[in-house]
């Protein structure tokens, strides 16, 4: 268990805050497995501060998803206290997560999210100013560096510390790298030795046995879990379980996935409405039929979809398709 401020987790697996996906339905479903955190998409501080319609309702938090992070980016630093003390003031998040890690360059060019990785002072002086203007705690999710030759990863979380952030999760990728090539482990752990705050890893890790694997060698506080949940929120019930037991628990069978399928597609629709959220959904319908044999079919057919209906019935005929070749497969075996 760690503590982020004085918010108590259950358990040391955190949902990372993916942009386009971690809404308050992918939120729910994931926590429902068991995650001792989840953290929210990122918001843009300009856009809480223009009263934005799309984002206010990103800004939607469901009380059982709770602890709950929910993170703000910006790269000027009066707009970023004042989008902090907004969400500090009219949401129930518990922590308030700074994002110095997004690569892409729309966010960069705004002196926002992984530009941050090249100046420590700007580091201490963003950070501290939003510590100041908040009750809740502030966190800060960063990557290693900019590029293979400006990684201030130790100085950057030593900032953060110093500004008075009660957590740090490192990406262990450079800005350069996006999602490509291996995650670097080794200055995770240096970072975690150099400060006393909690330190939450990310990056390459896919499975149970990467999770226990990440604790033992970096010893982190928390180790946080990305794309290997798409589709996949068994991977953090998994985790989960195998930390607290060491012992691993078995895939999830076709109709166990489809039918957790189904049930984000209803919290999608709850939250953006049926158009929006069947649109939304073509993606981690995908993700869910992931590794299922003769997917590419209907998973060519699911992008088609337009209605909840049209949805759902694809689904289910190919679970029927996918249960009968299984039991085929099982007598011939």
Known sequence: MFK??????????????????????????????????VCAEMVSDKAILYNNAKTMGMLYIDEREKPLSLQIFGGEKDTLVEAARFVDQNTTADIIDINMGCPVPKITKCDAGAKWLLDPDKIYE????????????????MRMGWDE????AVKNAQAVERA?????????????????????????????????IPVIGNGDVKTPHDAKRML???????????????????MIYRTVHYLETGKLMEEPKVREKIEVCKLHLDRLIAL???????????????????GIRGNAKVRNEINQ???????????????????AKELQKAKVG
């Not at 953006?272 to 992931?290: P, T």
């Not at 979809?305 to 249960?323: G, H, K, M, P, W």
């Open 126 to 141: 963003m950070v501290s100013a939003v510590v100041e203007a908040v009750d809740k705690p502030v966190t800060v999710k």
């Open 4 to 37: 982020i401020g004085d918010i108590q987790m259950k358990n040391r697996v955190v949902l990372a805050p993916m942009a386009g996906v971690c809404n308050s339905a992918f939120r729910l479903t994931v926590k429902e497995f068991g995650a001792g955190l």
């Open 149 to 152: 030759d400006h990684i201030f």
């Open 305 to 323: 979809c337009e209605s909840r209906n049209s949805l759902v019935n694809l689904l289910d005929e190919f679970t029927i398709e996918a249960e």
């Open 164 to 196: 008075g952030g009660k957590a740090v999760s490192l990406h262990g990728r450079t800005r350069v790298q996006m999602y490509e090539g291996t995650a670097n482990w080794d200055i995770i752990k240096e970072v975690k030795n150099s400060v006393s």
């Open 216 to 234: 033992d060698e970096t010893g982190v506080d928390g180790v946080m879990i990305g794309r290997a949940a798409l589709g996949d929120p068994w």
């Open 272 to 290: 953006k409405g049926e158009s929006v959220a069947v649109r939304e959904m073509r993606k981690h319908a995908a993700w869910y039929l992931k």
